[in-house]
């Protein structure tokens, strides 16, 4: 499917307000409802649309503290690599997890209540297999954290 200017406009909307009706959808884009709502479903059926979440924020929810850990694997064999990430998938304290090139293998955001309860999330993740050593670097601020992709 194409992005056409009408798909950029209902894409750029809904990532400004996905929990928006169609109707109200189809109005901020001067689009009949039944033609709206087709090109959103084309476009999830099409994978350009992959879900839709809710964002949280972490102050609020008792988890302030960013830290991006970088992992480093005993060896890079697939074997090496499918158990790790298969392994840090049930840790729900990651946030996002990015198999990297460069000196380390993964890059994890991990959020924490403070830095004790960094502590009990660092001795889990000593646990994971193949690997070889950690670094962690607490974030002091955040300066942007956009959440949108401007299409």
Do not use: W
Request: net charge neutral; proline share 2%.
């Amino acid at each position: 499917m194409t992005l056409d200017n009408t798909n950029r406009k209902i894409l750029n909307t809904l990532q400004d307000n996905a929990r928006m009706s169609n109707a109200d959808l189809a109005e901020a884009i001067n689009l009949s409802p039944s033609a709206c709502l087709r090109r959103v479903r084309q476009m999830e059926s099409d994978g350009i649309i992959s879900g839709y979440a809710l964002l949280m924020d972490q102050v609020a929810i008792g988890k302030p503290t960013s830290v991006f850990v970088e992992v480093t694997l005993q060896d890079q064999s697939e074997e090496s690599l499918e158990s790790f990430e298969k392994a840090i998938k049930d840790y729900s304290d990651v946030m996002e997890c990015y198999l990297m090139s460069g000196d380390a293998d993964y890059l994890l955001r991990v959020v924490a209540a403070d830095a004790s309860d960094f502590e009990r999330i660092h001795k889990l993740l000593g646990k994971l297999p193949k690997l070889s050593r950690t670094r962690s670097n607490f974030v002091l601020r955040t300066v942007n954290n956009r959440q949108k992709i401007k299409v």
